[in-house]
């Protein structure tokens, strides 16, 4: 059996893993020592690449919105990350610093967060230079506190790419040497299998992210169902890692209360068990932007993209973005809260936002 294959017998429906159909390593990225090892990767997998002459990519989109998508969708770009991407920026509230194993995702969900905040086709770009990354993220750990905290996951899916590219794998095994760091990282994927026996140490919070089935079924292609997410979240759990639910996005939609309710107990039912474990909680919003380029993509989605029924929120660079009234907000906060507390008394919630 493949170590990426999903468990004999394992619940629900696993994500299919992802073969991208146009590979291309830049002539760096090649050279990298990691990159050799994604190479051989793609060699087992049986997947064709392209290896560049030069550090730029060829011109990835297509001749409509639709092709330029489905095109972009099954390419990967093994690249290295450029000397900016060292430079690592704050990402309140979910940790101390953000840095990248890649940007972009395979996954296909109606409401996805990189659209509008990675510019053009939504390729994968995946970064060779991986140790570099690592060892500059040492340079960010705090000598004076007990714990700084790393996210590794607010560009991609970095599960939903491991079968390619082993990065996530070599991260966590990083982190379990750096004491005072921790990891953290979420995923819609459930291939956990290469993660179980790795030295994590305690040093890695895997979150995965999870939704009431209503949401998971009708705008989150290509994951993982909610049933194998779960699962994948108990092995995790089981294997002494530290874990974590991120519940998003979270929409108050008919009967909202009835769904989210089983999905609690479903995740109560998977963690039977003593575990550390964390919520964050992050209703959906969108841009005028991200809706834009979401309807080009998903343009019979049925998510909610109506402006007249939300709040706008201004940030400080004079932009805004579209969130849920107060009143639906305090309902929803209230009602998390509560029936989270009533089930995971040892459960702690990070934030609601
Ligand atoms: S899994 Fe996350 S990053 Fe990937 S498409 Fe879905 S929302 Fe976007």
Redesign the pocket.
């Known amino acids: 059996m493949s170590t990426f294959a999903p468990a004999p017998g394992a619940p629900g429906r696993s994500a299919r893993l992802w073969k991208p159909r146009h590979i291309y390593f830049t002539a760096a990225a090649h050279a990298e020592e990691h990159g050799r090892r994604i190479a051989d990767r793609l060699d087992q997998l049986r997947l064709p690449y392209e290896v560049l002459s030069a550090n730029r990519l060829p011109k990835l989109g297509g001749s409509t919105v639709r092709e330029t998508y489905q095109k972009a969708k099954n390419t990967l770009a093994i690249v290295t990350a450029p000397p900016s991407a060292l430079k690592l920026t704050p990402i309140p509230p979910s940790a101390d610093w953000q840095f990248h194993l890649a940007k972009g995702?395979?996954?296909?969900?109606q409401?996805?967060?990189?659209a509008g905040s990675l510019p053009g086709a939504p390729v994968t770009r995946t970064y060779a230079n991986l140790e570099a990354i690592l060892e500059n993220n040492a340079n960010y750990i705090d000598p004076h506190r007990a714990l700084t905290t790393f996210e590794a996951s607010c560009y991609?899916?970095p599960l939903?790419i491991e079968h390619l590219t082993g990065s996530l794998s070599r991260a966590i095994e990083w982190f379990g040497q750096q004491p005072e760091a921790r990891l953290r990282w979420v995923t819609?994927y459930d291939a956990v299998n290469p993660l179980l026996n790795l030295q994590h140490n305690g040093q890695t919070r895997c979150r995965i992210?999870l939704n009431a089935g209503w949401v998971t079924r009708r705008l989150?292609g290509g994951?993982a169902d909610l049933e194998a997410r779960l699962h994948a979240m108990r092995r995790l759990a089981q294997a002494g890692y530290r874990v974590g639910a991120v519940l998003a996005p979270l929409m108050p939609f008919e009967d909202w209360k009835t769904e989210y309710a089983d999905m609690l107990d479903r995740l109560r039912e998977a963690l039977d068990f003593p575990v550390d474990l964390t919520f964050e909680l992050i209703t959906h919003r969108f841009t005028p932007g991200s809706k834009e380029i979401l309807l080009d993509w998903y343009p019979n989605t049925s998510l909610d993209f109506n402006e007249e029924t939300r709040a706008k929120k201004r940030n400080k660079f004079g932009s805004h973005k579209f969130v849920y009234t107060r009143e639906q907000m305090d309902e929803l906060k209230g009602w998390f809260s509560a029936e989270i507390k009533a089930r995971f008394p040892e459960g702690e919630v990070l934030y609601f936002t």
């Open positions: 995702c395979p996954a296909h969900c409401y996805c967060y990189l991609t899916d939903g819609k992210s989150e994951t």
